[in-house]
């Protein structure tokens, strides 16, 4: 069984930045993709930026230019930079991991427990 623990979450001021990490452990034979969701109070999770085992990285229009996703193999992490951050930016943050346990098992989605962010104004 894969797990994911996030960490960097907290209370910022409007324009400052914030580091998340999501740490992967158990057994991963191979990685197809990681990413970042958020949902805000009241609203559906969305997509903000996720990463291909690639390299290719792909964000939300809303926080284009302002997070960056990245990813290091050998720590098994995958993290967001998020700079300039807004007031609507105000979400629990989810890192996910599409990934495969064994080679005879299919690609799976593993969520971490999720972290806050709250930007004030």
């Not at 409007?14 to 949902?39: D, E, H, K, P, V």
């Not at 809303?62 to 990245?70: A, D, E, N, W």
Request: charged share 15%; proline share 2%.
């Amino acid at each position: 069984q894969v797990q994911l623990v996030e960490s960097g979450g907290g209370l910022v001021q409007a324009g400052g930045s914030l580091r998340l990490s999501c740490t992967a452990s158990g057994r991963i034979f191979s990685i197809n993709a990681m990413g970042w969701y958020r949902q805000a109070p009241g609203k559906q999770r969305e997509l903000v930026a996720t990463i291909s085992s690639g390299g290719t990285t792909n964000y939300a229009d809303s926080v284009k230019g302002r997070l960056t996703i990245s990813r290091d193999n050998a720590r098994n992490t995958v993290s967001l930079q998020m700079n300039s951050l807004k007031p609507e930016d105000t979400a629990v943050y989810y890192c996910y991991w599409n990934v495969r346990e064994h080679y005879w098992s299919q690609f799976s989605d593993y969520w971490g427990q999720g972290t806050q962010v709250t930007v004030s104004s």
